[in-house]
Structure formats: C-alpha cells, structure tokens
C-alpha cells in the first residue's frame, strides 16, 4: 500500500513540473468564454532544427471547474513543411479516481500537462504544425480556458 501510495505521489509530481519554465518550445490558444467549440481547431507552429534528439510532446490545458468531464478526448494532427504527415487520438484523464481534478491551482484555473508521445523525433529541419481538435462530442465544451503544446528535448523532460 505505500508503495502505490508513493508511486502516485511521484506521478503527481512529475505531472505538476512536467510543463515548467525548461520547456523547449510552449504556445498557447485562449478560447473565448472558456468554450472550445468543435469547430475550433487550435494551430501551434514550431521551428525544428534538431533531427537527431527525441522530444516529448505535452498538451498543457487550463481549465475552470466548469469543465464536466473525467477525461479530454484530443485529436493531434502533426504535419512538417516536408509534407510528413502524423496524427493521433488521445484521452487525457483529467481528474482522480475520487472525481477531484488533477494539475495545480492557479487562481480560478487548474493547469494540467499530460505528455502525448514520447521519444518523438523530428525527420527534416523546418516548421511543424501541431494542430488540436476537440474529439469528445459536445458540440462546445465548457469550462476550458487554455490548451497549448509544450516541446521538450527527452532529457529535459524528467
């Protein structure tokens, strides 16, 4: 029992500074009225030079209390200058099994970023567009405030 209890409080650590100040790359989409409307598609567009490194790939999201779900159910589309095309459906559990969220408090917001791959690596130099669609069904959901991208060199990552 306090090993679980040790591994989960290690979780939560890595899980609250996983998204902090050494962050590689961080852009950020503020929606409107804390909605995410299905039709809203947030772009992120990052510069890669770097061909050889492994990179984690985290989705940093802001949310109010108004947010109604136990999981974020994402689409993430990558696509380079180069026409390499890679995409993704995730679900990004957002509250603990006793139904209170997960992620730090910031004043009325709770700020949470989970990775989405890891030992991700970038195949040619240029511009990347990460783009991040709301696949959960609710034609607009309430109660996010932010969602952004954060790029991390694997080594920086831990």
């Known amino acids: 029992m306090k090993f679980l209890k040790y591994t ?3 979780f939560l ?3 609250l500074f ?3 100040s050494n962050g590689v ?3 950020q989409y503020t929606f409107e009225d804390n909605r995410w409307g299905v039709s809203v598609h947030p772009e992120f567009v990052f510069r890669m030079n770097d061909t050889q490194g492994e990179y984690q790939i985290l989705a940093d999201i802001e949310h109010t209390s108004a947010l109604l779900l136990d999981d974020l159910e994402l689409a993430l589309n990558i696509e380079s200058d180069a026409g390499e095309k890679r995409s993704l459906d995730v679900v990004l559990p957002i509250r603990q099994r006793n139904g209170a969220f997960k992620g730090e408090l910031k004043g009325d917001y709770r700020q ?3 990775p989405l791959r890891h030992h991700f690596k970038f195949h040619s130099k240029g511009n990347y567009t990460f ?3 709301n696949i959960t069904g609710k034609s607009s959901l309430k109660g996010i405030h932010k969602i952004g991208i954060v790029i991390k060199k694997e080594e920086d990552a831990h």
């Open 8 to 10: 989960f409080t290690a």
């Open 13 to 15: 650590i890595f899980m």
């Open 18 to 20: 996983s998204c902090g």
């Open 25 to 27: 790359k961080k852009q």
């Open 112 to 114: 949470l970023c989970v």
């Open 131 to 133: 783009t991040l669609w």
